[in-house]
């Protein structure tokens, strides 16, 4: 996918600071609750949802390049939800955090942009709450008896489930690029915010910092391959 790439800020927990600082030196690190930490923290999650429905695309293109009948009919749906989810997540409702349409609208993209990030929204909420119609997933029916028959009567009656939409690869790939194109916005405002949030730190009493309990967690994603994404183009 042009433009994607792993976010190495937030896939391996980089330290920036303003010495320089030995790679076998190990570092004691203390949780943060600024609010400038807050909104990198946000920024961070942000970024690691975009890349996994870049990974997904990646891996939905191969699915759609293979032969229906060879094709497990469970994983393209799989991998479509997954992304259509972690998509939506970015624009939360209600979160003073997280991404905004303007952030869309201000994409280097051309063509209908807006309409398919609006359309990608509605079907990702289609897949998280519950039909207020249900008449929208499954329709019931009457069996009757063939028409050229003398009785005609009610046999049974049917159900039929309505399949959820799996779009073709020219949506995956625009999926794909939509997402690495705000993936890179958010990890550009993000490398200005680690300064940021250093600064702050920089400002608080240096004991009190020491006091702190550690993070013993291994920073997010420390062991993920740093593979490039190819989720496809935005049209």
Not at 49 to 58: E, G, N, R, S
Not at 117 to 133: D, G, I, M, Q, Y
Not at 208 to 220: A, E, F, G, V
Request: aromatic share 4%; net charge negative.
């Amino acid at each position: 996918m042009p433009g994607s790439r792993r976010q190495s800020w937030a896939r391996r927990g980089a330290v920036v600071g303003t010495d320089a600082t030995s790679p076998d030196e190990q570092l004691l690190t203390v949780a943060l609750d600024l609010p400038s930490a807050q909104v990198l923290a946000d920024q961070a999650a942000t970024v690691q949802d975009l890349q996994f429905v870049m990974d997904c695309c990646k891996r939905l293109l191969t699915e759609l390049g293979t032969a229906e009948e060879d094709r497990d009919p469970v994983l393209p749906q799989a991998l479509w939800s997954s992304a259509l989810v972690a998509y939506a997540r970015c624009f939360g409702k209600g979160r003073q955090l997280g991404l905004t349409t303007d952030d869309v609208r201000n994409l280097p993209l051309h063509g209908a942009v807006m309409k398919f990030h609006k359309w990608v929204l509605e079907e990702s909420r289609k897949l998280t709450v519950h039909p207020a119609n249900p008449f929208e997933t499954a329709r019931v029916g009457a069996a009757l008896s063939p028409p050229e028959q003398g009785k005609r009567r009610v046999k049974g009656i049917a159900i039929f489930s309505t399949s959820h939409v799996l779009i073709d690869d020219v949506g995956v790939r625009q999926l794909g690029g939509l997402a690495s194109e705000l993936a890179k916005q958010v990890a550009e405002k993000a490398q200005e915010q680690q300064d940021t949030v250093l600064a702050d730190t920089q400002q608080l009493n240096i004991d009190s910092l020491y006091r702190l309990p550690p993070l013993r967690r291994r920073p997010y994603g420390d062991d993920a391959d740093d593979a490039d994404g190819d989720g496809g183009d935005a049209e």
